[in-house]
């Protein structure tokens, strides 16, 4: 068992409670389906609908757009329990698309869309990364073109999440020169949008339920109103002002499967017998796991000291940066410490710690490569 954690006063009843429902529910209505969906490489849609429909989806929406009012703590503790069920984080991705809706939206817009996605109605993608533009988003080169009242869209779109199954997608798009003010933000409602493509499948090293694709837009037309912002050129700094938030959806899952790696690994060593004996009664393994323990303890305090501090309005951009690229790190180094210790059944899809470990490495890589955030960080350090 690990050490008491320090309880920060988001830590109160009412969050306890939520949790459990999340996590009955998950239990429940998503895990005995989840190894079908890793065959077949995404999560239907439907489910998603019903996870709206428990009031998961967007719980830190306002009433007036669907959801609970609660604070951003209750989508992270969403996103700590179906880390720790092993299940795809889609609905990471959905609440970042949401949430740019939700704070540089009009009103309209937010009429339209925000409640669909609070509901599970729809599910949202975010269009970034593209063939040769990744964490340098001023690089991108798909182009929208104002054509009277509407964007005429042409380009690619690559390792797009939920980018199979969404019908609604947060797009970066160049309306103007190069550089970041040439960004924008709009939005596609993408059922039946002519010249609109989702391309392959991409079959990933991890991660198998969570659909990734390849997106295709030839001449795609999309209303001019369908623009964040009042004016062209604010995607930049639209997609910059949600970091903080975002890299604590990264931090939060990677604690999870910390956690869980360490659970699983206790649990195995403690039966399987080895020269008479069990695994756990070596002093190597005793180590290895107290030292994945603490690395666990360390990781959990941290993010939630980040999480009251997200909530008090009071985290720092470096300090995000930090929990992202170090959590993620912690998470990749203890799942390859406790999966030495399942030794060749570690290596075994069908064992849980081979898919934490596949499933962990990504987490160096998406929402800004580790190398960005310490750069990012450096940046402020030698000011």
């Known amino acids: 068992m690990l050490p008491q954690l320090h309880r920060h006063p988001w830590m109160d009843a009412e969050i306890e409670a939520f949790r459990e429902q999340v996590r009955r529910y998950i239990a429940g209505e998503m895990s005995p389906h989840l190894e079908s969906w890793r065959r077949q490489g995404y999560v239907p849609r439907h489910v998603w609908r019903g996870f709206g429909e428990m009031g998961f989806m967007l719980p830190e929406l306002a009433e007036e757009w669907g959801g609970s009012g609660c604070s951003l703590a209750y989508q992270l503790v969403v996103q700590d329990e179906l880390a720790k069920a092993e299940m795809p984080l889609n609905t990471s991705v959905h609440t970042i698309a949401s949430h740019y809706i939700l704070d540089y939206g009009t009103e309209e817009q937010k009429r339209r869309w925000l409640p669909r996605l609070s509901s599970g109605e729809l599910l949202a993608g975010i269009a970034l990364t593209e063939p040769g533009a990744g964490s340098d988003l001023k690089a991108l080169r798909t182009h929208a073109r104002l054509d009277g009242d509407h964007y005429t869209i042409d380009g690619a779109k690559t390792f797009i999440t939920n980018g199979f199954s969404a019908t609604l997608l947060v797009m970066a798009v160049r309306t103007g020169g190069a550089g970041a003010k040439g960004v924008s933000l709009v939005v596609l409602e993408t059922e039946d949008l002519p010249g609109f493509r989702?391309?392959?499948?991409?079959?990933?090293?991890?991660?198998?339920?969570?659909d990734t694709a390849e997106l295709f837009f030839d001449g795609v037309r999309v209303p001019a109103s369908h623009l964040i912002g009042e004016r062209e050129g604010e995607g930049f700094k639209q997609l910059m002002s949600q970091l903080p938030y975002e890299r604590m959806l990264l931090a939060v899952p990677a604690a999870a499967s910390i956690e869980r790696a360490v659970e699983l690994t206790v649990e195995y060593t403690k039966q399987r017998k080895a020269f008479g004996q069990t695994i756990a009664d070596f002093q190597n393994t005793r180590f290895k796991v107290a030292e994945c323990?603490?690395?666990?303890?360390?990781?959990?305090?941290?993010?939630?000291?980040?999480?009251?501090?997200?909530?008090?309005?009071?985290?720092e951009d470096e300090a995000a940066y930090m929990a992202k690229w170090w959590c993620s790190e912690q998470q990749c180094r203890v799942t390859d410490e406790c999966l030495q210790l399942f030794g060749g059944?570690?290596?075994m899809v069908e064992y849980p710690i081979a898919r934490l470990y596949a499933d962990a490495r990504i987490q160096k890589i998406y929402g800004g490569a580790n190398e960005v955030m310490k750069d990012l960080i450096a940046r402020k350090l030698f000011e």
């Open 345 to 347: 059944y570690g290596y």
């Open 198 to 210: 989702v391309g392959r499948r991409l079959e990933k090293l991890g991660q198998h339920a969570s």
């Open 293 to 315: 323990a603490t690395i666990a303890h360390v990781v959990r305090s941290f993010v939630n000291d980040c999480t009251q501090r997200l909530l008090d309005g009071t985290l």
